[in-house]
């Protein structure tokens, strides 16, 4: 397990970059990623015009990176705005998969934030800041709402003294002289501004005696009212490679009960993650090939629109992941399928940004990574995700979309896109119908472990909702059976005269269905057979879409179902 490295760069983090680089960086690339944050520095959707203002990029430039990063799948154009998308999280992934322990320590954070009660953040040290790795909240009025990538100043964090106490005097000359550049933090969007008094004043004595206490405590430093405590995680070698943070509010706690309520359990379950790291056995490396050989036919297909040379530089951060931390330049090249003078050029680009740092003639990502769209992509529900995909299913089939959940014996709606028809399927979200009638029910019940299915079944009263409803739970025992081998539900004016609906599951990175997506028609739109030869193979494809974007933002954060 390797220390994380802290990036290069200070954190004025302008969105275009201040100078030109050094002659070999790559100008579309740098452009490119500027574009990307501030986007996300405006939360994941920006309009055109804005983001000429914003990097001050010419508006031709801006369309033909939007075009570029659109055809990489990283942006969604809609009209005059682009919004970024849960494949961008690939970025993130390949840093969060290369530093490893977000994965390895996300259970044992989960388990002591509910033992706790609280809100529990794995951060790891950026430079004069901290960056959030992984995030496990509760859910309560107030919680916690950092997102995982968010950039907060060292000097107002419970884990930001843990990280200062290894800093030399040139990355506190650093620190002072970003405080007097930017007394109110407004280099860092995700807290809120502060007076030039707060905070600033004796962090050189909080780190001095977070290393004497070996721990760290944030007292209303980010906002009135939120508390932290923080423990560091140290690898086998005795390195910190994170902090573990747990966070409250004055109305639970003061700093003082914080302290001595929650300290020995923090204590405790640091002890259990730095087994962890003792214990766990090297990441597999599947090294990649050929990463980028797509780019050269996009290039072809789009012409002048298309900036091979931003999208073969953003491939190169995919080649790092688990098992990949640190890569030499022909290690890159081999993954990337890039001409070594091309990768090259691309890792003194992301060097110059602070994306990437160099070492001993190896490369590494850096937490900056995260700044490329993941805090607010990570916030990402299942019904965001889905929304997009099933406003193209409707383009397609001229008939309405949903996706669904399973709540208990019934099925609820949560995305919905409907067709323009006079006469339409009308539901709107939140809409509950009884999972054994419904297209989208079947489904779930039917990807259910067979003994939960069998025990839905036998405290489940059917009734019948219209003439055609089955009602036997032999025969709806039977009909599920025959679901789960198919793939797919088709009722057929058992849920309300005159609708016909067809649905497939939605399946996670694990394999289980985690929601299911429907077309729904009146039944003189289409017949059986053709609801099987034309929608059925549409809205499969919907449904792998769904699936893929889950694949990638279900990574390494939790993705809510609604």
Request: hydrophobic content about 45%; proline content about 7%; charged content about 25%.
């Amino acid at each position: 397990m390797t220390a994380p490295h802290p990036a290069a760069t200070t954190h004025a983090e302008p969105a275009a970059p201040a100078e030109p680089g050094p002659p070999e960086a790559v100008g579309p690339l740098m452009r490119g990623i500027a574009v990307l944050r501030a986007i996300s520095d405006a939360g994941g959707r920006a309009a055109l015009s804005d983001l000429v203002r914003t990097t001050g990029l010419a508006r031709s430039t801006a369309d033909r990176i939007a075009a570029t990063l659109a055809r990489m799948g990283y942006l969604r154009l809609d009209g005059h705005s682009a919004a970024l998308t849960p494949r961008l999280m690939e970025l993130g992934n390949a840093y969060l998969g290369a530093l490893r322990f977000p994965a390895l320590l996300a259970p044992l954070a989960e388990r002591l934030a509910e033992e706790l009660d609280e809100s529990v953040s794995l951060a790891v040290p950026d430079a004069d800041g901290i960056r959030f790795v992984h995030q496990t909240t509760r859910r309560r009025a107030m919680s916690l709402t950092f997102r995982i990538g968010d950039l907060l100043p060292a000097e107002r964090t419970a884990p930001g003294p843990l990280f200062a106490a290894d800093w030399d005097e040139t990355e506190w000359a650093r620190w002072r002289e970003r405080r007097a550049a930017d007394p109110e933090d407004r280099g860092f969007p995700a807290v809120p501004p502060r007076g030039p008094d707060s905070g600033g004043p004796g962090f050189e004595e909080r780190t001095a005696r977070a290393a004497e206490r070996g721990w760290g405590l944030d007292d209303q430093l980010i906002e009135p009212g939120l508390i932290a405590l923080a423990v560091p995680v140290r690898d086998a070698d005795g390195r910190t490679v994170c902090a573990v943070s747990a966070v409250s509010h004055t109305s639970r706690h003061s700093a003082g009960s914080l302290r001595r309520s929650l300290l020995p359990r923090v204590r405790e379950a640091v002890a259990g993650m730095e087994r962890t790291l003792r214990t766990a056995g090297p990441a597999p490396d599947v090294t990649p090939a050929g990463l980028a050989d797509w780019t050269g036919a996009s290039k072809q297909q789009l012409g002048a629109e298309f900036l091979e040379s931003l999208a073969r530089g953003l491939t190169v951060v995919t080649a790092f992941g688990e098992g990949r931390p640190e890569l030499t330049l022909t290690a890159v090249a081999e993954a990337t399928g890039l001409a070594r003078a091309t990768a090259r050029r691309a890792l003194i680009t992301l060097e110059h940004l602070g994306l990437v740092v160099a070492e001993d003639r190896t490369f590494r990502l850096t937490p900056r990574v995260l700044a490329l769209g993941y805090p607010p992509l990570s916030r990402t529900t299942l019904p965001e995700i889905a929304t997009p995909h099933l406003t193209a299913l409707v383009k397609k089939v001229h008939d309405s979309a949903s996706l669904a959940v399973l709540t208990g014996d019934d099925i609820q709606y949560t995305a919905r896109v409907a067709t323009g028809r006079i006469m339409s399927v009308n539901i709107t979200l939140g809409t509950r119908f009884p999972a054994y009638a419904a297209s989208m029910g079947r489904v779930l019940l039917a990807a259910l472990p067979p003994e939960e299915r069998a025990a839905r079944l036998a405290r489940t009263e059917p009734r019948a909702l219209t003439p055609r409803t089955v009602t036997g739970r032999a025969e709806l025992a039977a009909l599920l059976e025959r679901v789960e081998h198919d793939g797919y539900a088709l009722v057929d004016e058992e849920l309300e005269e005159g609708l016909r609906s067809l649905a497939v599951p939605v399946r996670d990175r694990t394999g289980r269905a985690v929601a299911a997506v429907n077309v729904a028609m009146h039944s003189s739109r289409r017949s059986v057979e053709r609801c099987l030869t034309e929608v059925l193979p549409e809205l499969r494809a919907t449904a792998g879409s769904i699936e893929a974007d889950l694949r990638i933002a279900g990574r390494f954060s939790r993705i809510p179902a609604a």
